[in-house]
Protein backbone atom coordinates (compact mmCIF):
# COMPACT_ATOMS: atom_id res chain seq x y z
CA UNK A 1 0.00 0.00 0.00
CA UNK A 2 1.33 3.62 -1.01
CA UNK A 3 2.14 5.38 2.02
CA UNK A 4 3.35 8.91 2.90
CA UNK A 5 4.76 10.60 5.59
CA UNK A 6 4.82 14.87 6.10
CA UNK A 7 7.08 16.58 8.21
CA UNK A 8 9.10 20.54 8.51
CA UNK A 9 5.98 22.25 9.64
CA UNK A 10 6.73 24.57 12.84
CA UNK A 11 6.14 27.72 13.52
CA UNK A 12 7.20 30.98 11.67
CA UNK A 13 6.43 34.80 11.51
CA UNK A 14 4.48 36.27 8.76
CA UNK A 15 6.51 36.93 5.63
CA UNK A 16 8.72 34.05 6.98
CA UNK A 17 9.44 30.62 4.99
CA UNK A 18 8.54 26.74 5.81
CA UNK A 19 9.60 24.10 3.70
CA UNK A 20 7.30 20.89 4.17
CA UNK A 21 8.65 17.36 3.01
CA UNK A 22 6.56 14.53 2.05
CA UNK A 23 8.42 10.76 2.00
CA UNK A 24 6.38 9.08 -0.52
CA UNK A 25 6.13 4.77 -0.21
CA UNK A 26 4.54 3.71 -3.11
CA UNK A 27 4.05 0.22 -2.14
CA UNK A 28 3.50 -2.21 -5.35
CA UNK A 29 3.02 0.49 -7.57
CA UNK A 30 6.06 2.67 -8.83
CA UNK A 31 6.67 6.78 -7.84
CA UNK A 32 5.99 7.43 -11.92
CA UNK A 33 2.61 5.78 -11.33
CA UNK A 34 1.91 8.45 -8.90
CA UNK A 35 0.40 11.70 -8.95
CA UNK A 36 1.32 13.72 -5.44
CA UNK A 37 -0.70 16.39 -3.90
CA UNK A 38 -0.52 18.95 -1.30
CA UNK A 39 -3.57 20.05 0.78
CA UNK A 40 -4.37 22.49 3.93
CA UNK A 41 -7.10 21.97 6.54
CA UNK A 42 -7.59 24.93 8.73
CA UNK A 43 -9.74 25.14 11.60
CA UNK A 44 -13.51 24.98 10.44
CA UNK A 45 -12.74 25.05 7.02
CA UNK A 46 -12.71 22.84 4.18
CA UNK A 47 -9.57 20.96 2.67
CA UNK A 48 -7.80 22.89 0.68
CA UNK A 49 -6.15 21.79 -2.29
CA UNK A 50 -2.79 23.85 -2.72
CA UNK A 51 -0.55 21.91 -5.58
CA UNK A 52 -0.44 18.65 -6.97
CA UNK A 53 1.82 16.85 -9.87
CA UNK A 54 2.70 14.01 -12.02
CA UNK A 55 5.75 12.08 -11.07
CA UNK A 56 6.44 10.58 -14.21
CA UNK A 57 6.61 13.82 -16.19
CA UNK A 58 6.27 17.10 -13.25
CA UNK A 59 3.35 18.76 -14.94
CA UNK A 60 2.01 20.70 -12.32
CA UNK A 61 -2.06 21.34 -11.36
CA UNK A 62 -1.90 24.50 -10.48
CA UNK A 63 -4.75 26.15 -8.08
CA UNK A 64 -5.98 29.00 -6.85
CA UNK A 65 -4.77 28.52 -3.09
CA UNK A 66 -1.54 30.59 -2.93
CA UNK A 67 -1.14 32.79 -6.06
CA UNK A 68 2.38 31.68 -6.36
CA UNK A 69 3.93 31.70 -3.23
CA UNK A 70 4.05 27.89 -2.99
CA UNK A 71 6.15 25.82 -4.82
CA UNK A 72 6.57 22.26 -5.76
CA UNK A 73 9.59 20.07 -6.29
CA UNK A 74 10.53 15.98 -5.63
CA UNK A 75 13.93 14.29 -4.96
CA UNK A 76 13.42 11.34 -6.87
CA UNK A 77 16.53 9.40 -5.22
CA UNK A 78 14.61 9.97 -1.98
CA UNK A 79 11.33 9.44 -2.65
CA UNK A 80 10.77 13.06 -1.55
CA UNK A 81 8.88 15.45 -2.50
CA UNK A 82 8.61 19.14 -1.33
CA UNK A 83 6.73 22.25 -0.41
CA UNK A 84 8.72 25.32 -0.77
CA UNK A 85 6.51 27.78 0.95
CA UNK A 86 6.97 31.10 0.92
CA UNK A 87 5.73 34.86 1.84
CA UNK A 88 3.77 33.00 4.54
CA UNK A 89 0.30 34.62 5.46
CA UNK A 90 -1.47 34.13 9.02
CA UNK A 91 -4.07 32.93 7.08
CA UNK A 92 -1.89 29.82 5.73
CA UNK A 93 -2.02 28.40 9.44
CA UNK A 94 -3.32 24.75 8.85
CA UNK A 95 -2.59 21.36 8.70
CA UNK A 96 -0.95 20.64 5.61
CA UNK A 97 -1.22 16.97 4.25
CA UNK A 98 0.27 15.18 0.74
CA UNK A 99 -1.65 12.72 -0.50
CA UNK A 100 -1.50 10.50 -3.48
CA UNK A 101 -2.87 8.59 -6.38
CA UNK A 102 -2.78 6.45 -9.23
CA UNK A 103 -1.93 8.59 -12.47
CA UNK A 104 -3.86 9.77 -14.26
CA UNK A 105 -5.71 12.89 -12.39
CA UNK A 106 -8.65 12.95 -13.56
CA UNK A 107 -10.77 15.37 -11.47
CA UNK A 108 -8.22 18.53 -10.58
CA UNK A 109 -6.08 18.98 -7.50
CA UNK A 110 -9.29 18.24 -5.59
CA UNK A 111 -8.88 15.88 -2.01
CA UNK A 112 -11.67 13.73 -3.73
CA UNK A 113 -9.53 12.82 -6.27
CA UNK A 114 -6.57 11.24 -4.01
CA UNK A 115 -6.67 8.10 -2.35
CA UNK A 116 -3.59 7.69 0.13
CA UNK A 117 -3.06 10.22 2.52
CA UNK A 118 -0.21 11.56 5.13
CA UNK A 119 -1.15 11.80 8.75
CA UNK A 120 -0.20 16.19 7.82
CA UNK A 121 2.03 18.03 9.71
CA UNK A 122 1.34 21.70 11.38
CA UNK A 123 2.11 24.96 9.92
CA UNK A 124 1.54 28.31 12.21
CA UNK A 125 1.85 31.45 10.99
CA UNK A 126 2.32 34.05 13.74
CA UNK A 127 3.89 37.15 15.32
Known amino acids: QTQLAESGGGMVQPGGSLRLSCVVS??????????IGWFRQAPKKDLEGILC????????YNTNAVKGRFTISKDSANSTVYLQMNNLKVDDTATYYC??????????????????WGRGTQVTVSS
Open 99 to 116: AATQYPLLSGCRGRSFRY
Open 26 to 35: PGTLTLDDLV
Open 53 to 60: FNWRDDYT
